[in-house]
């Protein structure tokens, strides 16, 4: 088992292991007891996930609410069916609620747990790649609104995450895929994590492809390690996003347009992801930014990967340029872009021409 802290420096200083380990799962109460005082606890899950894995979250003082699968379910009714059951069960301020799941999930029950009686424990169970390396650490929580993805949260770290990677064996190639867009992504970002240590991911991710394609539990174990040591360097330096958090968006202004114009049900976010950051690539080489060997060897390592690089249809361009600028991040209508620099370095640099951003597109 590995274990990685993630260090918050907020208003407290708080810290919470994320456990990397195979069949973790089976054992978690033995592991979850230790991180809080929780007589009784809700699990949230869906009906996919708890076919799979439901039983093995089983104990005498669990309940579980079972929601429906899907992006879509990621709103205010569902949060309320939560805290219905929730208020239901009795739960209490010295409880807990346990999250089931991928990102949506995740997502959430952590908000759910930072609004109910005013915040209670909360215990991350993250069952998609994505999830393990991103969503669950960082404390990022919310549910989406009909206006936007992620409009109503908050910032609410976990006690504790439990990353399994027994759970990975069942997630389909597309959202092993998904999951890998984003450890892509930290090897592209890694000298702007500002970590004490240098992980190498990129080299990593070169020298392991089939091992991480075949999910070998020890290399996969390794790479949500170096993910999660990574997102916390970022995290712990700038929790609430005030500057060096967005480093974590990188390939993402693109992305968001990507999803928003196709309705999020087209692209996975991974999809998205990738495509975005060989967008970002372009701009970067085009402005010369970095120069083509560097930009070579990022789009290799994306290909090898079979990670998505071009879209399946011709965009408006002034209208994907347009939804950029609707995007929540940007603010007094500048497009707020992580460009990359140099080797493993990104800038964020808000006054990119639009010419420029519409050629990389
Ligand atoms: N909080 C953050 O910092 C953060 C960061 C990135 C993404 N997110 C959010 O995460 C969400 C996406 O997360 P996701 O990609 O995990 O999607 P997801 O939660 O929808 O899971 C993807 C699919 O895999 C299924 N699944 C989950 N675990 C499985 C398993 N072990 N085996 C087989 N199938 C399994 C799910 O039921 C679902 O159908 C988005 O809502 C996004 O906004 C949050
Ligand atoms: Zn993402």
Redesign the pocket.
């Known amino acids: 088992m590995k274990e990685a802290i993630i260090k918050i420096k907020a208003e407290k200083e708080q810290s919470y292991p994320v456990l990397i380990g195979e069949n973790l799962i089976d054992n978690a109460y033995q592991y979850i007891k230790e991180y809080t005082k929780a007589n009784k606890f809700l699990l949230v899950t869906?009906?996919?996930?708890e076919k799979?894995?439901g039983e093995l979250a089983e104990n005498k003082n669990t309940y579980k609410i079972i929601l429906p699968?899907?992006?879509v379910y990621?709103n205010m009714q569902m949060l309320n069916k939560i805290i219905d059951k929730a208020i239901e069960i009795k739960l209490e301020r010295k409880d807990a609620i346990i999250a089931l799941?991928?990102?949506?999930?995740?997502?959430?029950a952590?908000f759910a747990a930072s609004i109910y009686e005013r915040g209670i424990d909360f215990i991350q169970i993250?069952?998609?790649?994505?999830?393990q390396v991103?969503?669950?650490?960082?404390?990022?929580?919310?549910v989406?609104h009909k206006y936007g993805?992620?409009m109503i949260?908050n910032f609410y770290q976990p006690k504790l995450v439990l990353a399994d990677t027994k759970?990975?064996?069942?997630?389909?190639e597309r959202?092993f895929k998904?999951?890998l867009a984003?450890v892509l992504k930290y090897a592209f970002i890694e000298k702007s994590c500002q970590a004490e240590k240098d992980y190498k991911l990129f080299e990593f991710l070169e020298a392991n492809i089939s091992k991480i394609q075949k999910r070998d539990t020890q290399i996969i174990q390794e790479l949500i390690y170096i993910c999660c040591s990574l997102k916390s360097s970022v995290v712990n330096k700038d929790e609430k996003e005030k500057g060096l958090r967005a480093i974590?968006n990188f390939g993402h202004t693109y992305a968001h347009a990507i999803e928003k114009l196709t309705e999020y049900n087209k692209y996975?976010?991974?999809e998205a992801v990738s495509i975005g950051m060989k967008m970002v690539f372009n701009l970067a080489l085009n402005i010369g930014y970095i120069n083509k060997e560097y930009y070579e060897r990022c789009i290799q390592l994306i290909t090898k990967y079979k990670l998505k690089t071009e879209l399946e249809e011709e965009f408006n361009k002034e209208i994907f340029y347009e939804s950029m600028k609707n995007d929540k991040k940007v603010s007094n209508g500048e497009i707020k872009f992580v460009i990359p620099i140099k080797e493993k370095e990104v800038e964020i640099i808000n006054k990119i021409d639009k010419n420029n951003i519409i050629q990389g597109i």
């Open positions: 869906n009906e996919k996930v799979l894995y699968d899907g992006e990621k799941g991928g990102g949506v999930i995740g997502d959430m952590g993250p069952t998609t790649l994505l999830a991103d969503s669950s650490v960082g404390g990022k929580v919310a989406n993805k992620n949260g759970t990975l064996k069942t997630l389909d959202q998904t999951g984003e974590l996975t976010h991974g």
